[in-house]
T-cell receptor, first 112, second 109 residues
Framework: DVKVTQSSRYLVKRTGEKVFLECVQD?????MFWYRQDPGLGLRLIYF???????EKGDIPEGYSVSREKKERFSLILESASTNQTSMYLC???????????FGAGTRLSVL | RKEVEQDPGPFNVPEGATVAFNCTYS??????FFWYRQDCRKEPKLLMS???SGNEDGRFTAQLNRASQYISLLIRDSKLSDSATYLC??????????FGKGTRLSVIA
């Protein structure tokens, strides 16, 4: 069974902290994605990666960075968390050439 | 113009009713189309792909109209468990999926 695991379901951080959100998939997928989801705004793509050590900016990359050192792991980094980054963060993966995206359960981040 | 547009709802329907959602997309080069379902406080999951000739999966029917650039989802004999947000999703070529903001459905006993 397909599995995308996000390290935390809930996270509370303070303004200015460096935050790491981890995502691991066990399906040997090449492509991985980070989204944030906010009420009324839907899913917005932050960054994605088509291969190890590769990254591409999505629609809203400002304030975020990513790391893909291993194929199965894609990390989202908030260098200096701000209150407007309070959101639900969703990781997803998909095999190369395929279209069906599998999501993790999400991390609900609150920045105080 | 937004890439994928949906009526946010909510659609409140009684059990057993038939309900239809539409979605429009702006990129005429889009090649693949899907409906995802998202339950409250859960992650989106694929409901069904949408094929050019239209396709059915049990009580669910999806249709694509390329000329008018819209996709529809029809749910027959609604169940309480159908209550969720339905996301219209489009793949414009060799780029990431584009998600609509979703249409919320509440099926009422």
């Amino acid at each position: 069974d397909v599995k995308v695991t996000q390290s935390s379901r809930y996270l509370v951080k303070r303004t200015g902290e460096k935050v790491f959100l981890e995502c691991v998939q066990d399906m040997d997928h090449e492509n991985m994605f980070w989204y944030r989801q906010d009420p009324g705004l839907g899913l917005r793509l932050i960054y994605f990666s088509y291969d190890v050590k590769m990254k591409e900016k999505g629609d809203i990359p400002e304030g975020y960075s990513v790391s893909r050192e291993k194929k199965e792991r894609f990390s989202l980094i908030l260098e200096s968390a701000s209150t407007n980054q309070t959101s639900m963060y969703l990781c997803a993966s998909v095999a190369f050439g395929e279209n069906i995206q599998y999501f993790g359960a999400g991390t609900r981040l609150s920045v105080l | 113009r937004k890439e994928v547009e949906q009526d946010p709802g909510p659609f409140n329907v009684p059990e057993g009713a038939t309900v239809a959602f539409n979605c429009t997309y702006s990129n005429s080069a889009s090649q693949s189309f899907f409906w995802y379902r998202q339950d409250c406080r859960k992650e989106p999951k694929l409901l069904m792909s949408v094929y050019s000739s239209g396709n059915e999966d049990g009580r669910f029917t999806a249709q694509l109209n390329r000329a008018s650039q819209y996709i529809s989802l029809l749910i027959r004999d609604s169940k309480l468990s159908d209550s969720a947000t339905y996301l219209c999703v489009v793949k414009p070529g060799n780029t990431p999926l584009v998600f609509g903001k979703g249409t919320r459905l509440s099926v009422i006993a």
